[in-house]
């Protein structure tokens, strides 16, 4: 599938910023990853076509992923940033879920959104 991302931007500490992205094929998994300078990619949030949710422990509570009825938009809500979610997010699909809290999981992606940049200031 080939992912096209929308959103992210800058906001002050304590804000809220919406991601979406949509696949243009069958996407079992949908999600979002995010990149620190100089890290490996992280999963922050995955949702699977049956509606099974997942989020990492860094962004539980603050962080809500869905998916449109097309089960081809997915859409994450960021509330109650902090300058520590600064990051490169990346959309991503994959033939499994979730995403988050696993090393391993940016080897299960087989398409990448191009990247958005989310800026949170103090």
């Known amino acids: 599938a080939q992912l096209v991302e929308s959103g992210g931007g800058s906001v002050q500490s304590g804000g809220t910023l919406t991601l979406s992205c949509v696949a243009s094929?069958?996407?079992?998994?949908l999600g979002w990853f995010r990149q620190f300078p100089g890290k490996e990619r992280e999963g922050v949030a995955s949702l699977s076509r049956s509606g099974t949710t997942s989020y990492a422990r860094s962004v539980q509570g603050r962080f809500s992923i869905s998916r449109g009825d097309d089960k081809n938009t997915v859409t994450l809500q960021m509330t109650s940033l902090s300058p520590d979610d600064t990051a490169m997010y990346y959309c991503?699909?994959?033939?499994?879920?979730?995403?988050?809290?696993?090393?391993?999981?940016?080897?299960?992606?087989?398409?990448w959104g191009q990247g958005t940049r989310v800026t949170v200031s103090p």
């Open positions: 094929g069958y996407s079992y998994c």
């Open positions: 991503a699909s994959g033939p499994a879920c979730p995403f988050n809290d696993d090393p391993a999981a940016p080897r299960r992606v087989d398409s």
